[in-house]
Protein backbone atom coordinates (compact mmCIF):
# COMPACT_ATOMS: atom_id res chain seq x y z
CA UNK A 1 0.00 0.00 0.00
CA UNK A 2 1.39 3.34 -1.10
CA UNK A 3 1.71 5.82 1.52
CA UNK A 4 0.24 9.32 1.77
CA UNK A 5 1.37 12.46 1.41
CA UNK A 6 0.10 12.73 5.11
CA UNK A 7 2.25 9.93 6.18
CA UNK A 8 5.09 10.53 4.49
CA UNK A 9 5.04 14.29 6.50
CA UNK A 10 4.39 12.52 9.84
CA UNK A 11 7.42 9.87 9.34
CA UNK A 12 9.55 12.82 8.07
CA UNK A 13 9.19 14.32 11.21
CA UNK A 14 8.64 11.99 13.81
CA UNK A 15 11.47 9.67 12.73
CA UNK A 16 13.88 12.73 13.57
CA UNK A 17 16.52 10.90 16.32
CA UNK A 18 16.10 14.06 18.85
CA UNK A 19 12.65 13.84 18.68
CA UNK A 20 12.19 10.84 19.60
CA UNK A 21 14.27 10.90 22.74
CA UNK A 22 12.98 13.33 23.63
CA UNK A 23 8.81 11.97 23.00
CA UNK A 24 10.03 8.95 24.37
CA UNK A 25 8.70 6.82 21.21
CA UNK A 26 10.26 4.17 18.73
CA UNK A 27 9.66 4.16 15.37
CA UNK A 28 7.42 1.43 15.10
CA UNK A 29 4.18 3.79 17.49
CA UNK A 30 4.35 6.31 14.37
CA UNK A 31 1.67 4.22 12.10
CA UNK A 32 0.02 6.33 9.60
CA UNK A 33 -1.73 9.97 10.44
CA UNK A 34 -4.97 8.09 11.31
CA UNK A 35 -3.00 5.92 14.23
CA UNK A 36 -1.26 8.85 15.25
CA UNK A 37 -3.91 11.37 15.93
CA UNK A 38 -5.28 8.25 18.14
CA UNK A 39 -1.29 8.14 20.12
CA UNK A 40 -1.25 8.30 23.82
CA UNK A 41 1.91 9.75 23.18
CA UNK A 42 1.18 13.09 23.08
CA UNK A 43 4.55 14.01 20.63
CA UNK A 44 3.06 12.11 18.36
CA UNK A 45 -0.11 12.96 18.43
CA UNK A 46 0.29 17.18 18.15
CA UNK A 47 2.65 16.52 15.12
CA UNK A 48 0.02 14.55 13.51
CA UNK A 49 -2.46 16.72 14.37
CA UNK A 50 -0.75 20.04 13.10
CA UNK A 51 0.83 18.40 10.05
CA UNK A 52 -3.26 17.23 9.50
CA UNK A 53 -4.63 20.37 10.45
CA UNK A 54 -1.85 22.52 8.08
CA UNK A 55 -2.10 20.63 4.95
CA UNK A 56 -5.74 18.67 5.13
CA UNK A 57 -8.07 21.04 6.78
CA UNK A 58 -5.84 24.75 5.77
CA UNK A 59 -6.55 25.68 9.18
CA UNK A 60 -4.54 28.90 10.49
CA UNK A 61 -1.42 29.32 12.38
CA UNK A 62 -3.17 30.93 15.57
CA UNK A 63 -6.12 28.44 14.78
CA UNK A 64 -3.95 25.27 15.50
CA UNK A 65 -1.83 27.00 18.39
CA UNK A 66 -5.12 27.29 20.50
CA UNK A 67 -5.71 23.36 19.65
CA UNK A 68 -2.49 22.04 20.42
CA UNK A 69 -1.84 24.34 23.52
CA UNK A 70 -5.63 23.28 24.52
CA UNK A 71 -4.84 19.43 23.83
CA UNK A 72 -1.17 19.29 25.57
CA UNK A 73 -3.28 21.33 28.67
CA UNK A 74 -5.78 18.73 29.14
CA UNK A 75 -3.22 15.66 28.42
CA UNK A 76 0.14 16.68 30.44
Not at 5 to 14: S, Y
Not at 56 to 74: C, P, Q, T, V
Amino acid sequence: MDKSNLDKMLEAVLLDEQLMKFGKYEAYEVGNIYQALESDNYVINVVAQIIKRCSEDGAKESEIWREINDYLKRNV
